[in-house]
């Protein structure tokens, strides 16, 4: 798990990150929307923040799958 460029991100694109990191061992795919009910933001916050960890080397690859009633993301440890 790389926490090198971690620092640098903000503070709800590190509790997605983290969000991530806690679910992607039993789950591959989420709807921003879901996230963002988990997480108290909305589909449009975490569908931006996302784009910014696909980015960064932050140990989960993450890949835009679907556009369906809210966008949804394949991510992989």
């Known amino acids: 798990m790389s926490t090198a460029t971690t620092p640098t991100l ?3 694109q590190q509790q997605i990150l983290s969000y991530l ?10 709807k921003s929307r879901l996230i963002g ?3 108290g933001m ?4 975490v569908g931006s923040n996302i ?6 080397d932050h140990g989960v ?4 799958w679907g556009y369906s009633s ?3 993301w394949k ?3």
């Open 61 to 64: 690859e993450i890949e835009k």
């Open 42 to 45: 909305t589909a449009k916050e």
């Open 51 to 56: 784009t910014a960890l696909q980015e960064g």
């Open 75 to 77: 991510v992989q440890l």
């Open 37 to 39: 009910k988990e997480l």
């Open 21 to 30: 990191r806690n679910n992607a061992a039993t789950k591959t795919y989420f």
């Open 70 to 72: 809210s966008t949804t």
């Open 10 to 12: 903000t503070a709800k």
